[in-house]
């Protein structure tokens, strides 16, 4: 595991993720999906593990799911579980908001 740390302050992250704005982010040499909804930050894998669609240009549901753009496959934000669709579970990435930037831990 690694700790890789985005941005100086939890006021520069907050400008960095606009509310439901879903952002691609190179952290180490893995690009994943970080969205903020209020002060809730997830960071999981940016392409489904179905067939590899942009979870980049999908869509959050009321319920906080992330919605394939491709099939319409949902997946829990918080837990990366899949609610609809055949698939495996999408891969998440625990991370923590701070005074001093967001912590993103990477396997």
């Known amino acids: 595991m690694k700790k890789y740390t ?10 960095m993720f606009p509310q439901k704005s879903i952002k691609k982010v190179l952290v180490g040499e893995k690009k994943i999906a970080v969205v903020r909804i209020g002060l809730e930050i997830y960071s999981f894998q940016s392409n489904c593990p179905h067939r590899g669609a942009s979870l980049i240009n999908g869509i959050i549901n009321v319920s906080q799911e992330i919605i394939c753009p491709l099939h319409e ?11 609809v669709g055949s698939c495996q579970d999408l891969e998440i990435y625990p991370n923590n908001l701070t005074d001093t930037g967001l912590e993103i831990i990477m396997p």
Do not use: A, P, Q, T
């Open 6 to 15: 985005l941005g100086n302050s939890k006021e520069e992250i907050l400008l």
């Open 73 to 83: 496959y949902r997946f829990d934000m918080k837990s990366g579980n899949v609610i």
